[in-house]
């Protein structure tokens, strides 16, 4: 080491400071070469240069180790080839050597003595060396070496303090350049932070704040996938994810609770994964997966609300800087989720609220039992997504649904299906029934084609008196449903079981006053027949008086001596005036108020009647009738004037279809013995099987029954007819009547091909038979010629008629025009038998029997009615609990005759 101690004179002394001063303006000249670049190894050589020359050094260096602002790492040389010190091992060496324990400069004047000569430095014929080190943040940074290769050459301490000034400046400039990158850089990032911010802070949805900041963490740096997964509870849910092809719907994989993503949420500190194949975490992923990984925190105040997972494929470890920039945008992050959430739950409170104040608007809006659980379901579908719903309603041991959204084909409305334990269960608790999988839980399998369903909840709709029916809410997503949905669910489903039991008490209510107005109209429709039943009784009265006189009269003709023609006048007579009395006795017996009562009837005879009856209004509708009636059927026990009701009210309805839709048409009326399992039978009418039934078919060529209409045809108060032209009551009376004969009644029919309606009862025999007509002799016996008959008839024609009837067949016959002269001739008179009419003036023949019955009189006993009064059900009744013998007006000499000469007998 060189030490300069000599004497100095003052010629010296100038030629230093001529010498400082030049030196002086050499380092000036550095300096500003320096400060106005900013790039400084520009300048390096001009440098080493302009040092070497002050000094007397014959070349110079600038080594640097790495690069720093302003600088590229590598070595600059002046006064040795360019190749001379670009060897790694020698400027390692130099740098190791020269310098880098202290921070100032090194004079070596005997180069060859040192242990560190390079063979390079030797063969260059360096002998002595002057380093300084760069110090740069603190660190050694580089060296500026001289070199000297003349033998009688050496360093002095001035050099070694120019170089050391000159070391100072160039590592001062690379400081500042340096220092003013990094702020560059720092305000870059705070740039880019603040642009990302104001990207997160654009919208406070949540789906939207997740997508805007995967952008900008793949804007920040270079990634090739970037997650977000949120944290709630102690549990990660996927928010977000995105790669090179944009949004993913899902994430890469789902966390492990062992793995990066949970730790990083559960300790809230950040971690590096530079190669994920020799990572601890990646112990157990899959062979193929390889790359880097950042993981950071979402943290709010300590508190984790979510974790950002950067991703490279390939194995890259991230900067100092990326990862400053990805900690501040993880900040940031963090508070635009926390307050997406805060809207969110903001938003969702105030969507439930609305939702469940329409829901209660709802039920203040209508009665209509659908539309309300329709409104109610729409309404909860806002709060609480689902895939299908349904509200279904108890009916004993199946839930029937009601209203629906989205339902699979078995669950659609109307559907029924069996209560299962679910339902047992949340009627045991009262409380909503969440399955997380519910395509896995063999409970969930009786609800039909429903596989797609994974997340499912069961709501109980209760009533005042328990369970009256659920609401239940589908979602193709595993547990989809949470308690706080729960209840939630079950505020809708207080509304929907107020909404359920609101309309039933409202339909309640609308039925029975249907059902009032029904009996309402029953009655006056009953007034009606009531009344026309007393008309129809009065005409029958006053018509069946002159065709009695009428037939009579003619039949005493025809016993007489006349021509051939006038016999057949007289016999057609007597045939119109037969026909004319079956008509008004057929008017009777419809319009005859009374008790249901069986006894043997020949069905075919009770359908020929009815017919007789409605024969002009056929003919009037242009409607041609067809029988084709079997004639030997047996009788059976029915009530006749109730099967002609039946019989009536078909055909008058087939005669309707055809009229209004074809202006007419073709009427069949088919009748046959079929066996009880509705096969036909072959039997004759008195040897038939204990199994079988009578079945009459009504067939007509009309517009037929509409599909839609059949299952209620024979539902009470139902029509299709148009206001005021039917009550809806026909056909359920007819089935009522049916069904009490233990018979059956259906209809089949296609629309456009006509309908047929069948009526089938059962065949029961009994002993009695109806009495046929009897062609015996009238003539009154020698031991009853004797006899005196009392006429008792307000109708001086018909009076006479019997009398000279009774006088021909040699009866003693007397008359009277009313009650009371008949009850003054009885006091006086024996008489063997009464005729007495029922309807007259002053005393009627009911008020007659009264009166003799009241003296006790043996007299009741002998009293014959005879009567066109048969409808007014007080007269028939009166008869019958009286045991009173009558005969029907009119009737015929024949009839009266044997009547007589029957009670005679009696």
């Known amino acids: 080491m060189l030490h300069l101690n000599m004497p100095v004179s003052w010629g010296a002394i100038r030629r230093v400071k001529s010498l400082a001063r030049n030196r002086s303006k050499v380092l000036h000249e550095i300096l500003m070469k320096l400060m106005e670049t900013q790039n400084v190894t520009e300048v390096l050589p001009h440098a080493l240069a302009a040092t070497a020359e002050t000094i007397g050094a014959q070349a110079a260096a600038v080594i640097l180790s790495s690069p720093v602002a302003g600088t590229v790492s590598g070595t600059i040389t002046y006064g040795l080839p360019e190749q001379a010190l670009q060897g790694k091992a020698l400027a390692t060496e130099l740098l190791v050597s020269l310098g880098m324990q202290e921070d100032k400069p090194v004079v070596i004047d005997d180069y060859n003595h040192y242990v560190f000569a390079h063979t390079t430095l030797v063969e260059l014929g360096v002998k002595a060396v002057l380093a300084s080190p760069l110090i740069v943040a603190d660190t050694t940074a580089g060296l500026v070496i001289l070199f000297n290769t003349s033998a009688d050459a050496s360093f002095k301490k001035r050099d070694a303090q120019f170089v050391q000034v000159l070391a100072m400046v160039i590592s001062g400039r690379i400081e500042n350049l340096r220092l003013s990158r990094l702020d560059r850089v720092f305000h870059e990032e705070v740039e880019t932070v603040q642009r990302a911010s104001s990207a997160l802070t654009a919208s406070l949805e949540l789906p939207k704040v997740l997508d805007s900041i995967l952008a900008s963490a793949h804007e920040l740096v270079p990634a ?115 307050n997406a959430r805060l809207y969110e739950a903001e938003r969702t409170q105030r969507h439930r609220i609305e939702a469940m104040q329409s829901a209660v608007a709802t039920l203040s809006q209508s009665l209509d039992l659908r539309e309300v659980l329709d409104r109610i379901l729409t309404e909860l579908r806002k709060v609480i997504p689902y895939d299908s719903a349904s509200a279904m309603l108890l009916e004993g041991n199946y839930l029937q649904v009601v209203a629906g959204r989205d339902l699979p084909g078995d669950s659609a409305l109307s559907q029924r299906h069996p209560v299962t334990e679910i339902e047992r269960e949340i009627e045991r608790t009262g409380r909503p029934f969440i399955l997380v999988d519910a395509s896995a839980d063999e409970r969930f399998r009786g609800w039909g084609h429903t596989k797609y369903v994974r997340g499912w909840m069961s709501v109980p709709l209760l009533g005042r008196e328990g369970l009256i029916g659920c609401l239940t809410i589908d979602s193709r997503q595993l547990g989809a449903y949470s308690d706080e949905e729960a209840d939630l669910a079950m505020s809708f489903a207080h509304q ?96 005859r108020q009374q008790r249901p009562e069986r006894s043997p009837v020949f069905v075919e005879d009770v359908l020929t009647n009815t017919l007789k009856i409605l024969g002009y209004d056929l003919q ?38 055809m009229h209004e839709a074809n202006r007419g048409g073709v009427l069949k009326i088919t009748s046959e013995l079929v066996a009880i399992d509705g096969e036909s039978g072959d039997g004759e009418a008195g040897d038939v099987p204990s199994a079988t039934g009578i079945r009459i078919c009504i067939e007509d060529d009309g517009p037929g029954i509409p599909p839609d209409v059949l299952p209620r045809i024979f539902d009470p108060f139902f029509t299709t007819k148009s206001p005021g032209k039917g009550t809806g009551l026909g056909l359920s009376v007819c089935h009522g009547i049916v069904s009490e004969h233990d018979g059956q009644i259906w209809v089949e029919s296609e629309t456009g091909e006509g309908a047929r309606f069948y009526v089938q009862i059962p065949v029961i025999f009994t002993d009695d038979r109806p009495r046929e007509d009897s062609d015996a002799d009238a003539t009154a016996p020698e031991e009853m010629k004797e006899a005196r008959i009392l006429v008792v008839e307000d109708e001086e024609v018909l009076r006479d008629l019997i009398v000279r009837v009774l006088g021909q067949v040699g009866y003693q016959v007397d008359t009277s025009p009313d009650g009371l002269d008949a009850l003054e001739k009885v006091d006086s ?54 045991d009173i013998p009558y005969l029907g007006k009119p009737f015929e000499i024949q009839e009266l005759l044997e009547k007589v000469r029957a009670e005679l007998e009696g």
């Open 224 to 338: 090739d996938l970037a997650h977000i997964f949120l944290y709630t509870e102690n549990k990660l849910s996927f928010g977000a994810a995105s790669g090179e092809d944009g949004r993913w719907d899902k994430p890469y994989a789902e966390p492990r609770r062992d793995g990066l993503t949970y730790r990083v949420a559960e300790t809230g500190q950040p971690i590096v994964v530079e190669d994920i194949r020799t990572h601890p975490l990646y112990k157990e992923t899959p062979k193929k997966w390889r790359g880097s990984i950042v993981s950071l925190p979402l943290k709010v105040k300590q508190r984790v609300v979510g974790v950002m997972n950067i991703s490279t494929f390939e194995r890259r470890p991230f900067g100092e800087q990326e990862l400053r920039i990805l900690e501040m945008l993880a900040a940031q992050a963090a508070i635009a989720v926390e």
């Open 620 to 657: 009037s509708c242009n409607v041609e009738c067809r029988t084709g009636l079997a004639g030997d059927l047996p009788a059976t026990m029915a009530d006749a004037h109730q099967l002609q009701q039946v019989f009536v009210n078909l055909i008058s309805n087939a005669r309707e279809a």
């Open 829 to 882: 008179v024996h008489y063997d038998l009464i005729i007495c009419d029922v309807r007259m003036p002053r005393l009627s023949g009911i008020e007659l029997y009264k009166k003799l019955s009241g003296r006790s009189s043996k007299m009741i006993h002998r009293i014959m009615f005879i009567t066109g009064d048969t409808v007014n059900g007080e007269t028939i009744g009166f008869i019958e609990a009286n």
């Open 496 to 591: 929907a079981a107020i909404a359920v039991e609101n309309a039933q008490l409202h339909q309640s209510v609308k039925d029975q006053l249907e059902a009032l107005q029904a009996s309402q109209d029953k009655l006056v429709q009953s007034e009606k027949m009531a009344a026309i039943g007393k008309l129809v009784a009065g005409v029958a009265h006053e018509l069946n008086n002159p065709l009695t006189a009428i037939i009579g009269i003619a039949q005493l003709l025809q016993s007489g001596e006349l021509s051939e023609g006038v016999k057949q006048d007289l016999e057609k007579l007597v045939g119109e005036a037969h026909r004319a009395g079956k008509i008004v006795r057929s008017l009777l017996d419809f319009s």
